[in-house]
């Protein structure tokens, strides 16, 4: 896929203006026509606009979401390191990176990114938008913005708000950052570094389940004195998003986005703003999520129009919307 930039003003909704913020995106490598069908993916925390590299299995030339057959788009989050305006942009008014100086951005503000990007594209319609997690968050907000651009749409291992309990983990790994000290000294965008890998490691806690780490990590050595095995795990994890470029002011600020989650906020309740979309819905729960439970997910689904629900068996949690490609080939194509 090929990379993007757009430049666009953003009023934001918990207040102030980026005058001009940089959006970063990928497409399928021939310009739109209008004749592809468009498959829009909206890409989860930590992720970026290229899903062929971080859903190899999925996207791609030949793949099941084919960049050739169709044309595919992927917006890179606001707050982001990857490109898109967030606390690792430059701040114009002080000529050095943003960092806790950036203002609170929401899930919505995004979602205007989102837009933004659409109308340059000039597409009007899209034949099949697909967001799981966080990225389910901007295909559900999007579908009640825009209700008559979508013919289908897939929400994967997410929700239309965020619950008490995803709201307790988001605030465990903001915690961790904070109780870095060189996170609140905010000298550089190596701050925060080992409150990040903290971090990153109570998030990965959350994504997979007990069946999952049992199969993965458990001790080879069944008389071993200390259990090593997952430590390492952990703390690999911690250590792999650092390397892989993300700052802690990019994180905290998107933790800050996932608490903003709520379809309903100013349009009369999630039940009322769910009713709200009129694309054919698939929704798709993992049965070992801890984050968006089934039984959580069969509730809302019901509020979607005609939708449709769709179990999945998995032994690696929440994380299973990034694993178990083939069980979601068969549903979504």
Known sequence: MI???LIIPLDLEAGGRLD??????????????GKKPVVWI???????????????????AGKSIDTEKNFVVCVNMIGSPYGSEGPASINPASGKPWLLDFPRVTVRDTVSAIIAVRKFLRINTVDLLIGSSSG???????????????????FMA?????????????????????????????????????GLKCARAQAVLSYRCFRGYALTQSEADEDCLFAG????????????LVKRGFDAYSYYTICNLVDSNNVGRGRGGVQAALKEIKASVTVVAIDTDQIFPPEETKVWTAWIPGARYVEIS???????????????????L
């Not at 904070?178 to 000298?187: L, V």
């Open 136 to 154: 389910g968050f901007q295909a559900i907000e999007w579908a009640i913005a825009e209700p008559d651009i979508f013919i289908r749409c897939a």
């Open 20 to 33: 001009s913020a940089h959006v970063v995106f990928h497409t399928s490598r021939e310009d739109y026509d």
């Open 42 to 60: 909206c890409h989860a925390l930590t992720a970026n606009s290229d899903p062929e590299e971080w859903w190899p299995e999925m996207v791609g």
């Open 158 to 194: 997410t929700a239309p708000r965020v619950s008490p309990y995803l709201g307790a983990t988001i605030e465990n790994q903001r915690m961790a950052l904070e109780a870095d000290p060189s996170f609140r000294e905010a000298r550089s965008l190596e701050g925060g570094a080992a």
């Open 3 to 5: 990379r993007h930039q």
């Open 229 to 240: 095995r997952v430590a390492s795990y952990e703390r690999h994890q911690g250590d792999k």
């Open 314 to 332: 998995s032994d690696y949690g929440h994380d299973g919307f990034l694993l178990e490609t083939a069980k979601l080939t068969a549903i979504l």
